[in-house]
């Protein structure tokens, strides 16, 4: 594009800028959300509230599945 098409242009820049930080927090926010070792840690932290009788077997299982659910997003099998 041109030095014409980059003034016409100018005036978007700070929604362009907005738009461009917005990605990257969202894939940076994915990125923590699927990461295999955050999930592996909440998932002991869940056994540790089962043992100590902080949650039921209901509750456990229901949030285990979904931990499982995020780490076969991240990694589906082949």
Same mark, same amino acid.
Not at 15 to 21: A, D, E, L, Y
Not at 59 to 64: C, G, I, V
């Given at each position: 594009?041109?030095?014409?098409?980059?003034?016409?242009?100018?005036?978007?820049?700070?929604? $362009?800028?907005? %738009?461009? &930080?917005?990605?990257? &927090?969202?894939?940076?926010?994915?990125?923590?959300?699927?990461?295999? %070792?955050?999930?592996? $840690?909440?998932?002991?932290?869940?056994?540790?509230?089962?043992?100590?009788?902080?949650? !039921?077997?209901?509750?456990?299982?229901?949030?285990? !599945?979904?931990?499982?659910?995020?780490?076969?997003? $991240?990694?589906?099998?082949?």
């Amino acid at each position: 594009m041109g030095l014409l098409g980059e003034l016409l242009l100018l005036p978007l820049a700070p929604v $362009r800028g907005t %738009s461009w &930080v917005l990605r990257q &927090v969202v894939t940076e926010a994915e990125r923590q959300y699927y990461d295999p %070792s955050a999930i592996q $840690r909440e998932l002991s932290a869940l056994e540790r509230q089962l043992d100590a009788g902080e949650i !039921d077997e209901a509750e456990f299982d229901r949030r285990e !599945d979904e931990l499982l659910d995020r780490l076969e997003k $991240r990694n589906p099998a082949p």
